[in-house]
């Protein structure tokens, strides 16, 4: 019998990381989910976020990771912690452009 993959990116949102140990067990997830063949870690090669500072000085931000889920295709940006200030999962399109307020 095969077993289907499925997802759950649909019902999944961004999340604020605000501790260390949440940090560690959504990195596990992660882990956890590349070995199930759900995602896939993506190298970071272009920024997800571009904006001029009105003084023609451009600024690039890159997320930490990507990960794409195998089964939908949704791209997801993992943000560490760098505490204090804190760490961000969120859903990037599928170009990786990132489409949330800046904070």
């Known amino acids: 019998m095969v ?3 499925s997802c759950k990116c649909s019902d999944r949102y961004e999340i604020d990381i605000d501790s260390y140990s949440l940090y560690e067990e959504l ?5 956890t989910e590349i070995l199930k063949g759900i995602y896939e870690d993506i190298p ?16 690039q931000w890159y997320p930490d990771k990507w990960y794409k889920c195998s089964v939908c295709g949704q791209l997801w940006a993992f943000e560490y912690p760098d ?6 999962i969120y859903k990037l399109d599928n ?3 990132w489409h949330g307020a800046c904070r």
Do not use: M, S
Request: charged share 30%.
């Open 3 to 5: 077993e289907k993959i």
């Open 27 to 31: 990195k596990k997830f992660f882990e």
């Open 44 to 59: 970071v090669l272009k920024p997800i976020l571009l904006f001029d500072d009105f003084k023609n000085v451009v600024t």
């Open 83 to 88: 505490f204090p200030a804190f760490g961000r």
């Open 95 to 97: 170009n990786g452009i």
